[in-house]
């Protein structure tokens, strides 16, 4: 049986829920043979990643499939890539606000996911929930943690991507559940 480290957000930037978890908290602990372990995550610069890592590493995961959610878009959104910069719009959970700076120095400018995002996107669309590749991850929390964990994992057989969800009011927590569940199906086939 595969293990998916599948990890979501806690609120942040004022608000007291965040579709990643709303979603996380309606998928099964299984999805055909891939044992799904749910982890949340701080909305915090490093320490997010650092959760992952070492959570991926307890659970001898085979991947890490990382949702946050993106106000302002109407679709679920898989990620194509995540890049060495940090600009924060708005303080992180523990007040840090890194503008325009890189990730890591020595790091690769960045990485291309190793989900099929593209697969991903269409299976998604097929379950009738709006789905599209994206770009961007921007450059706050979401993208910070899919870089470390890409750079961490770089060269191993450890998959990693980043998957981001619209907010509830715009997509409902059962569609956005159905959507993961949808992609990771998919990765796995
Ligand atoms: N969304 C933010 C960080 C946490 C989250 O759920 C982002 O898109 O960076």
Redesign the pocket.
């Given at each position: 049986m595969k293990k998916l480290l599948l990890t979501y957000?806690e609120p942040?930037g004022g608000s007291d829920e965040?579709a990643?978890q709303a979603a996380a908290a309606l998928l099964p602990d299984r999805i055909g043979d891939i044992e799904i372990i749910k982890l949340e995550l701080p909305?915090v610069f490093g320490k997010c990643a650092e959760r992952a890592i070492d959570a991926a590493a307890a659970n001898g995961a085979d991947c890490v499939l990382s949702v946050?959610?993106?106000a302002g878009r109407g679709q679920v959104t898989p990620e194509l890539v995540a890049i060495n910069y940090m600009d924060a719009s708005i303080p992180d959970n523990d007040g840090n606000s890194p503008r325009g700076v890189r990730i890591d120095e020595s790091g690769a400018d960045a990485y291309f996911s190793t989900f099929p995002v593209r697969e991903m996107a269409a299976a998604i669309n097929e379950v009738g929930v709006h789905a599209a590749v994206s770009y961007s991850?921007?450059a706050?929390?979401?993208?910070d943690v899919f870089y470390r964990l890409s750079h961490r994992f770089r060269g191993t057989d450890v998959r990693v991507g980043f998957i981001?969800v619209p907010d509830t009011k715009t997509l409902a927590p059962t569609y956005a559940a159905r959507a993961l569940e949808a992609a990771i199906k998919i990765a796995f086939c």
């Open positions: 957000f942040f965040n990643s909305v946050g959610q993106a991850a921007g706050y929390v979401c993208n981001h």
